[in-house]
C-alpha cells in the first residue's frame, strides 16, 4: 500500500512543511517595519522646517540655540539628500545655520563679559590695598587771641541811575502801493532820462500809471536820481536825432509840454552839450 492509498477514503494530499509557515511571517513583519521606517524618513522636511523655526526662536540662548540649529542643519541635510520636499528642508537648514551662529555669537560675548568683569575686580582690589592708611596728624593746641572788633563802615547812599532812553519809535510801514510807485519812478529816470516833473505826472495820469498823489509823491522824494544828467542826456539826444539848436533844446527841456525840467537843470545841460 501507498502512501496516498489510505483507508476509509480517495488519496489524501501530503501534510505542508511546518518551517514555511514561520518564514512567512518573518517576511511580513521585515516589510512592515521597513515601511513605517521608510515613511518616517519622508518627514525629515517637515521635521527640518519645524526645528529649524524653533532654533531660530531660541538661537540667542548660549549653547541649547547652537545643538537645536545644528540638529535642524542635519535633519534639512539629510531631507535633501533623500530628494524630500527641497523649500522645506533648505528653509529649516538656512534656519538651523542662522541660530547656531547667534548662539556661538551670544556664547562668546557673555564669555567676554564675564572675562571682563572677573579681570577688573582684581584690580579694583588692587587699588584698594595699594592706597595706603592716612596717618592722623596731631593738631597743635594753641590759644588764639580773640580779635578786636573793627567798626564797620556806613555804606554810601547808591546814586541814582540815569534814565534810560525812550525806545526809537518803529519804522513806518511802507504801503505796497508806495513801493511800486517808487520802482516805478526809477525805472523812467534811469531808463528814459525823465525829469522830476516828468516822472511825477507820468505816475499820477489817467493814461499813465494812475498812482495816487501820496504814492507819486512819496516815490519823487525817496527817488535817487541825478536831474541834472538826466537833463544832459536828453540834450544829447535832441541835438543827435533832431539836430536842434541850444536854444531850442533849452526851450524843450523847460517846456511845460516837453520835458519839463527846471531852468537850472537845462542851463546844465546846455553848457556841457559839447563835453
Known amino acids: 500500500m501507498t502512501t496516498s492509498d ?50 531660530f526662536v531660541i538661537g540667542l540662548a548660549p549653547v541649547l540655540g547652537g545643538l537645536v540649529g545644528i540638529t535642524a542643519a542635519a535633519l534639512g541635510i539629510n531631507a535633501i539628500r533623500r530628494q524630500q520636499n527641497k523649500k522645506m528642508a533648505l528653509s529649516g537648514v538656512v534656519l538651523g545655520v542662522v541660530a547656531t551662529l547667534a548662539s556661538v555669537g551670544m556664547t562668546f560675548a557673555m564669555a567676554a563679559g564675564m572675562n571682563n568683569v572677573s579681570l577688573n575686580k582684581p584690580l579694583a582690589v588692587a587699588a584698594q590695598s595699594a592706597t595706603p592708611f592716612a596717618t592722623p596728624t596731631p593738631v597743635a593746641t594753641t590759644e588764639t587771641p580773640t580779635p578786636t572788633p573793627t567798626p564797620t563802615p556806613t ?28 520802482a516805478k519812478a526809477g525805472d523812467y529816470a534811469r531808463d528814459m532820462f525823465m525829469s522830476k516833473a516828468g516822472v511825477y505826472d507820468q505816475l499820477t495820469s489817467q493814461y499813465g500809471e494812475k498812482f495816487a498823489p ?33 536854444s ?27 563835453d
Open 155 to 182: 555804606p554810601a547812599a547808591p546814586t541814582p541811575a540815569a534814565p534810560a532812553p525812550p525806545p526809537a519809535p518803529p519804522a513806518p510801514v511802507v504801503p505796497p502801493e508806495y513801493k511800486s510807485a517808487l
Open 6 to 55: 489510505q483507508p476509509g477514503g480517495g488519496p489524501q494530499e501530503p501534510f505542508a512543511h511546518d518551517s514555511q509557515q514561520p518564514t512567512a511571517t518573518i517576511g511580513t513583519g521585515t516589510g512592515a517595519a521597513l515601511r513605517a521606517q521608510s515613511k518616517k524618513l519622508k518627514n525629515l522636511a517637515p521635521a527640518a522646517l519645524i526645528v529649524g523655526i524653533a532654533s
Open 248 to 274: 531850442a533844446i533849452h526851450d524843450q527841456l523847460t517846456s511845460k509840454n516837453g520835458e519839463k525840467f527846471t531852468a537850472a537843470e537845462a542851463d546844465f545841460a546846455i553848457q556841457h552839450l559839447s
Open 214 to 246: 501820496a504814492a507819486a509823491q512819496y516815490a519823487i522824494d525817496n527817488l535817487q536820481a541825478d536831474w541834472n544828467a538826466n537833463a544832459l542826456s536828453k540834450a544829447r539826444s535832441y541835438q543827435k536825432d533832431m539836430s536842434m539848436s541850444p
